[in-house]
């Protein structure tokens, strides 16, 4: 059973980390704010929420356990709002998403 339990924490822990190094490439690639946003907002709530998977599954029941959740906790609850603000903040401040940029707009016109 500890081996079994090793492979899910390690294949919770890889995917965590490849899910956190899509979204840095999706927030270096993506065309403006409300898409590089998107991609953030999936890196906290996905990739660390499987990083943190991973580590409960690595530690005994115990202090350390319940720590690693409430962080989970408090970020499943802050994340989505943060992300949320920032978005109704630029369009507040009238930024808004260039339809111009996508890719349907362009094979519409041709």
Do not use: C, Y
């Amino acid at each position: 059973m500890s081996v079994l339990l090793d492979v899910v924490s390690w294949v919770a822990l890889v995917a965590g980390g490849l899910l956190m190094v899509t979204s840095a490439l999706g927030m270096v690639r993506l065309p403006d704010l409300f898409t590089r946003l998107h991609a953030g907002s999936l890196a906290d709530t996905g990739g660390v929420g499987l990083i943190l998977l991973g580590l409960v599954l690595q530690t005994e029941p115990g202090l350390n356990t319940l720590k690693l959740l409430l962080i989970g906790f408090v970020l499943f609850l802050t994340t989505p709002a943060a992300s949320h603000a920032v978005g109704h903040a630029a369009l507040l401040g009238g930024l808004s998403p260039d339809p111009e940029d996508t890719d349907d707009s362009q094979s519409a016109g041709s």
